[in-house]
């Protein structure tokens, strides 16, 4: 389907979604925040598609936030749909159940980063930059920026760059956890493409249950995450991939996953 916003392209079971306002640095309004909405719930359902990589249009940018014109005539009740929208967005790509790589060139502030962090891995240019500058819009973050930082490099990281709303660089966020890898901006294309490549010919039922068992467990006591984690191993048991994982193990070749 043709977005307005956005770019899709799928590479066998790679889908790579695009944001694509380049003139705007990518930055989010409503529009985009539901075509992504939709793309995300198409890649979902769509059981040919393994991976996904979302990406910004451009090497300037990845996302450089909310679109601040668009916010700037909001009232408090279209805010708090506006952030509700974007959270769910968020919750959506967060729990695909199918790995989601955030691939960044450029800028990934405040809504940017938010996204970027709904992403379960991330690979950074050397060049990129990250940051929640809400603050010095006399806002908070509103797309989940307090809660996945905190979850992500701790209380003292979050406060941090929260509070003083300051740019840190792809190497800074990668002390922090934040970014998976950081590459040469040349090699970013290819380092995304192994990595999807590698995560799209994997078991899908094992990648779900990481998912799952990492997502839930961050949320729950050990116990329960246990529990998770019991499931999706017992799960992977009921597919042609895991007899065909540990076949091929044993008889010292390269697994086929069929997804099965
Ligand atoms: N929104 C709208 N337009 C933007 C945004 C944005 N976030 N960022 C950049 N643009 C536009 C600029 O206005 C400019 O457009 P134009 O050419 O028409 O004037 C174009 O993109 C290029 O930008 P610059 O000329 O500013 O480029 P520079 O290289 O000089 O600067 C920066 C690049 C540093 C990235 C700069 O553009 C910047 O600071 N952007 C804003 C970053 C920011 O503050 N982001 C946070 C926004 S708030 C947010 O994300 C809240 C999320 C939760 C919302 C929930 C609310 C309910």
């Given at each position: 389907m043709a977005y307005r916003n956005l770019l899709t392209r799928d590479d066998g079971a790679v889908r790579t979604i695009t944001v694509n306002r380049p003139d705007k640095l990518n930055a989010l309004n409503l529009d985009t925040l539901n075509e992504l909405t939709l793309a995300f719930s198409q890649a979902a359902h769509d059981s040919s598609i393994r991976a996904v990589v979302l990406t910004g249009a451009g090497d300037k940018a990845f996302v450089a936030g909310a679109d601040i014109a668009e916010m700037n005539t909001y009232t408090p009740?279209?805010?708090?749909?506006?952030?509700?929208?974007g959270q769910a967005l968020m919750l959506t790509i967060e729990r695909l159940g199918k790995p989601v790589i955030a691939r960044i060139p450029g800028y990934a502030l405040g809504g940017g980063m938010e996204l970027a962090m709904a992403c379960h891995l991330r690979i950074a240019s050397a060049k990129a930059k990250f940051g929640q500058p809400e603050i010095n819009l006399g806002l908070i973050p509103g797309?989940?920026?307090?809660?996945?930082?905190?979850?992500?490099?701790?209380?003292?990281?979050?406060?941090?760059?929260?509070?003083?709303?300051?740019?840190?660089?792809?190497?800074?966020a990668h002390a922090l956890g934040v970014v998976t890898d950081v590459v040469e901006p040349e090699q970013l294309d290819d380092v995304v493409k192994d990595l999807a490549e590698q995560l799209a010919a994997s078991a899908p039922r094992a990648a779900a249950g990481i998912l799952d068992a990492v997502l839930s467990g961050g949320e729950c006591a050990i116990e329960q995450g246990l529990d998770y984690e019991s499931q999706g191993f017992a799960l992977c048991f009921a597919t042609e991939d895991m007899r065909e994982g540990t076949s091929a193990f044993l008889e010292r070749r390269k697994p086929a996953f069929k997804g099965r």
């Open positions: 009740t279209q805010a708090l749909s506006f952030s509700r929208v797309f989940g920026g307090t809660q996945r930082l905190l979850r992500l490099a701790g209380r003292g990281a979050a406060l941090e760059l929260c509070l003083t709303g300051k740019q840190i660089d792809a190497a800074r």
